[in-house]
């Protein structure tokens, strides 16, 4: 026979479980909404490509970044699915996902330097601190990933699970 404590404590899960089922339905339609982005960016750069009447290497850097935009979008929506299924804050997703992004920045500002032809003095030392910082990004987070990787490994050279923060 339930008492009056069990019916209150029943009754105060029903929210909490409300809650979670709410925060579910949101992360599956922020996966959605992502894989949606990461499809019309994509079509959207071949029909750009394919179109494009202007200098070849100009368009095939564009392409690029648009295909590394799909990259990273896509990466992010397989991260976030993996987060609602394991409960767990995967942290080297993000950590590669922000190092591609660094990587995609560098990739711009060198184009924008090389084949973007001669740059007013301002519009030269902007794209040469964007290329420093978009090195500086990738090297701390390359430095992140490698420090993950060695608290992976504990003395008897099994793993700790330090892949992700339980969540």
């Given at each position: 026979?339930?008492?009056?404590?069990?019916?209150?404590?029943?009754?105060?899960?029903?929210?909490?479980?409300?809650?979670?089922?709410?925060?579910?339905?949101?992360?599956?339609?922020?996966?959605?909404?992502?894989?949606?982005?990461?499809?019309?960016?994509?079509?959207?750069?071949?029909?750009?490509?394919?179109?494009?009447?202007?200098?070849?290497?100009?368009?095939?850097?564009?392409?690029?970044?648009?295909?590394?935009?799909?990259?990273?979008?896509?990466?992010?929506?397989?991260?976030?699915?993996?987060?609602?299924?394991?409960?767990?804050?995967?942290?080297?997703?993000?950590?590669?996902?922000?190092?591609?992004?660094?990587?995609?920045?560098?990739?711009?500002?060198?184009?924008?330097?090389?084949?973007?032809?001669?740059?007013?003095?301002?519009?030269?030392?902007?794209?040469?601190i964007s290329l420093g910082?978009?090195?500086?990004?990738?090297?701390?987070?390359?430095?992140?990933?490698?420090?993950?990787?060695?608290?992976?490994?504990?003395?008897?050279?099994?793993?700790?699970?330090?892949?992700?923060?339980?969540?």
């Amino acid at each position: 026979m339930e008492t009056l404590t069990d019916e209150v404590v029943g009754a105060a899960k029903l929210p909490e479980k409300a809650l979670r089922w709410i925060i579910i339905i949101v992360e599956y339609a922020i996966i959605l909404s992502l894989v949606l982005v990461a499809g019309v960016v994509l079509v959207h750069t071949v029909i750009d490509f394919v179109r494009s009447r202007g200098a070849f290497s100009l368009t095939v850097v564009a392409a690029i970044d648009g295909i590394l935009v799909v990259i990273i979008v896509v990466d992010l929506a397989h991260t976030v699915f993996a987060r609602l299924r394991t409960s767990a804050f995967p942290v080297r997703p993000f950590l590669e996902i922000g190092i591609l992004a660094g990587v995609r920045d560098i990739l711009s500002a060198s184009a924008h330097l090389t084949l973007g032809g001669p740059l007013p003095q301002q519009d030269f030392n902007n794209t040469l601190i964007s290329l420093g910082v978009g090195v500086g990004v990738v090297v701390m987070l390359l430095l992140g990933l490698y420090i993950l990787k060695l608290s992976r490994w504990s003395k008897d050279g099994s793993t700790n699970g330090a892949n992700h923060i339980d969540g």
